[in-house]
């Protein structure tokens, strides 16, 4: 589907804007599409090829459509935008050829997160982190498992229990005594 697959339905087209005009935006209501938005649909869906349209051209575009003051365009805004982009991507077609075929480029697509930040496992983060190597003190704020033992392995809490501690026979005076009897 490279070079657009023919007709596509408005709706098809409403849900693929709506999907860009979200996207990185937890604001965003998906009626109205930012200029950064609008780019990245042009980028994704192929519709700037760097020949017949750049980056530049879909910014002057967007900034052609939407108000003097506004910031975002709405989706009759953007139905305008693709009406002056489809005869510069497609040249030597009708206009509305054209248009259908930009519109076949964009129907049923959503923002693909390439190039995005993967979180990366260095060998010293990981001697850091595993609480196996830990010695002293530090050792008895985790468990056998390393998962934290939370406020019990940060703090001294006295042992009330009436025994003298590291005592092997504790907890044993109970059988002792019951036995004597």
Do not use: W
């Not at 409403?14 to 938005?37: C, I, L, S, W, Y």
């Amino acid at each position: 589907m490279a070079e657009g697959s023919g007709s596509a339905s408005v709706a098809e087209i409403e849900m693929a804007f709506q999907k860009f005009a979200v996207h990185g935006d937890t604001k965003a209501t998906g009626k109205e599409m930012n200029g950064k938005n609008f780019v990245k649909l042009c980028k994704d869906c192929k519709v700037i090829d760097g020949k017949n349209i750049t980056s530049t051209d879909v910014d002057i575009v967007f900034s052609k459509v939407k108000a003097k003051t506004a910031r975002v365009i709405t989706f009759e805004q953007f139905t305008q935008a693709m009406v002056e982009l489809a005869p510069k991507r497609f040249k030597g077609k009708g206009q509305e050829e054209a248009l259908q075929q930009l519109y076949g480029l964009i129907a049923g697509k959503e923002p693909a997160n390439v190039g995005i930040t993967k979180v990366t496992k260095a060998a010293a983060v990981d001697r850091l982190t595993d609480s196996s190597k830990y010695t002293g003190s530090h050792k008895e704020r985790f468990d056998e498992s390393g998962k934290g033992k939370g406020k019990v392995g940060r703090e001294n809490i006295p042992d009330t229990s009436g025994y003298v501690s590291a005592y092997k026979g504790q907890g044993s005076y109970d059988s002792k005594v019951k036995e004597q009897e």
